[in-house]
């Protein structure tokens, strides 16, 4: 099989995508991007896609092919965003550039090294690699949830994954936001944290979407 140039791996994104929104017809899918058909039909002649009851599915290989660029690109928004702070105009521009040059070592260990996100900063689930199944079996992350920190410990907030956002408001509130130190104090019945002169009680829950990075010599 032919290896993929640059536009075929975007039509690829496009179609896990469209997928995704359960819109996968070739009528929804080119609904705006004429220029997909032709690219499409491309992909289907060269065995990465195919058509079935009027919706385009992917064929094995193409499904692992855009498994691997989607989470390349969802791993690099949030690494961009979320830690860097790059704007979101910004990371998403150099995520499409980064899901067709990172090869899958370097994005397992961006995946590690951010504590394994579930979902990107829009909220669409990253689809998991090798590293997400290893993990915690054998080496502690980088970056981790606020929930696996050993009581007693000082961390740096990282970044935080909610997508509710009153969690992400009551937490700002809070003084809880990236780059914040915060030494955990307690963690049953509730999560208690110090951070600066005040302290935070939060639910599990809440401790779980909060990823820090431990110091005293674990990655600081």
């Avoid at 990465?48 to 791993?75: C, D, M, Y």
């Avoid at 054998?138 to 956002?165: C, D, M």
């Avoid at 937490?171 to 049953?188: C, D, K, M, N, Y």
Wanted: hydrophobic share 40%; glycine share 6%; aromatic share 4%.
């Amino acid at each position: 099989m032919n290896r993929l140039d640059r536009e075929k791996e975007d039509a690829l994104v496009q179609v896990w995508s469209a997928c995704e929104r359960d819109d996968h017809t070739l009528e929804k899918l080119c609904t705006g991007r004429p220029d997909l058909v032709s690219v499409v039909s491309q992909l289907e002649a060269d065995g990465w896609l195919r058509r079935r009851n009027g919706s385009i599915e992917f064929t094995e290989p193409g499904e692992q092919k855009a498994r691997e660029l989607v989470r390349r690109h969802r791993l690099a928004e949030v690494l961009l965003e979320q830690v860097l702070e790059v704007s979101r105009e910004q990371a998403a521009y150099t995520a499409c550039l980064w899901e067709h040059m990172l090869s899958e070592e370097v994005a397992g260990t961006i995946c590690t090294f951010l504590g394994h996100p579930r979902h990107c900063p829009h909220g669409n689930p990253i689809p998991p690699g090798l590293c997400c199944q290893r993990m915690a079996h054998t080496v502690t992350p980088l970056v981790q949830p606020l929930a696996s920190l050993r009581v007693g410990a000082t961390a740096r907030v990282t970044f935080i994954s909610s997508k509710v956002h009153r969690r992400l408001d009551r937490l700002a509130a809070l003084g809880i936001v990236p780059g914040t130190e915060i030494v955990l104090h307690q963690r049953f019945p509730s999560y208690i944290l110090r951070a600066g002169e005040t302290e935070v009680a939060v639910e599990e829950s809440v401790a779980r979407d909060i990823f820090v990075r431990e110091a005293n010599g674990k990655g600081e």
